[in-house]
């Protein structure tokens, strides 16, 4: 037996849910969280889209580390504050957040996506999930046709101190985000990306990113419906929503989707010390309306080493 098939035998996995998630806890008092590193949770990922890490009650620098662990390299959303090297805080307001993908609406999307509980609300707060392959399954055969035949096209306008923070970061090579041009975000989009951008006279920047609704993901030739469609705009303009070809998604089809995502989506209720991670190509996710703002919860995203 390797080290690594002895590891994964010190983590115990339970199902999670009505769809393939998976619960993975200690097997036994023996088992530490370093012993997560070689637990092969990208693999268990792979087929569960997404993974409630619970019982190992890591400290913030563990929850750093095991994102590095797993990750070539992170990203970040540039609206928030780090919490040592790849967390950021989640603030977001206090509403319900609908379903989307991280940074689904712009060509950053990471592949992986984590939180980190550190401290629960007692009430309210609960994380959804959506699993894609399941919604792709229960969408009528009208609503697949629609989203098939063309990608879906995002436009807005970020403020130039956000969208330099995130190009600098990107790019990585030392330079501050009064250094880095709009040719470096082209450079550091995701690849096969198809975006414009046009910078504007006050320095933000307007973009144009057009992504099918559903699509193959990571780990998988399996068409899975995620999307940014029902997603948030806490800390930015509120992206105008259509099909590529200027067409609006006709209003049935919308109400279709809305429905059956609702029917497929399961909560997370956070414990104290829970880590997800989350497939960002398979799995949208959400939240119920925060009743108790006296929690934390820390974000990293990232893109797996495989």
């Known amino acids: 037996m390797t080290h690594a098939q002895n590891t994964q035998n010190k983590v115990q996995l339970t199902a999670l849910g009505d769809g393939d998630g998976l619960l993975v806890t200690p097997r036994d008092a023996g088992t530490k969280f370093t012993d997560l590193y070689e637990a ?3 693999g268990l990922l792979a087929d569960a889209g997404h993974l409630l890490i ?3 009650q890591p400290a913030v620098d563990d929850f750093n580390a095991l994102v590095r662990q797993y990750s070539s390299r992170t990203t970040l959303d540039p609206a928030r504050v780090f919490h040592g090297d790849a967390a950021q805080k989640v603030d977001s307001g206090t509403d319900a957040i609908g379903l989307h993908v991280e940074n689904g609406a712009t060509p950053y999307a990471p592949e992986l996506l984590w939180f980190h509980c550190v401290k629960a609300a007692s009430s309210g707060s609960q994380t959804t999930v959506c699993d894609g392959f399941r919604v792709w399954d229960a969408l009528s055969e009208r609503a697949r046709d629609v989203f098939a035949a063309q990608p879906i096209s995002y436009t807005r306008t970020v403020p130039a101190e956000l969208w330099r923070k995130l190009a600098a970061f990107l790019v990585g090579d030392g330079r501050g985000p009064d250094e880095v041009t709009v040719a470096d975000l082209y ?3 995701n690849p096969g990306a198809k975006v414009e951008f ?20 990571k780990w998988s030739t399996r068409t899975a419906w995620a999307n940014s469609l029902l997603g948030p705009s806490y800390n930015y303009e509120v992206p105008d929503i259509r099909f590529a070809d200027g067409s609006r998604i006709p209003d049935d089809v919308t109400a279709e989707y809305i429905e059956v995502t609702e029917q497929v989506t399961e909560e997370i209720a956070w414990q104290d010390g829970d880590i997800v991670l989350i497939d960002n190509s398979r799995v949208m996710h959400g939240r119920r309306a925060i009743t108790d703002t006296n929690r934390t919860i820390l974000n990293s995203q990232s893109y797996a080493r495989n």
């Not at 504007?200 to 559903?214: E, M, S």
């Open 40 to 42: 092969g949770l990208d």
């Open 54 to 56: 619970r019982d190992f």
């Open 187 to 189: 450079a550091q989009a």
């Open 198 to 217: 046009t910078e504007r006279p006050d320095g933000g920047l307007f973009y144009h990113y057009q992504v099918f609704a559903a699509h193959p993901t």
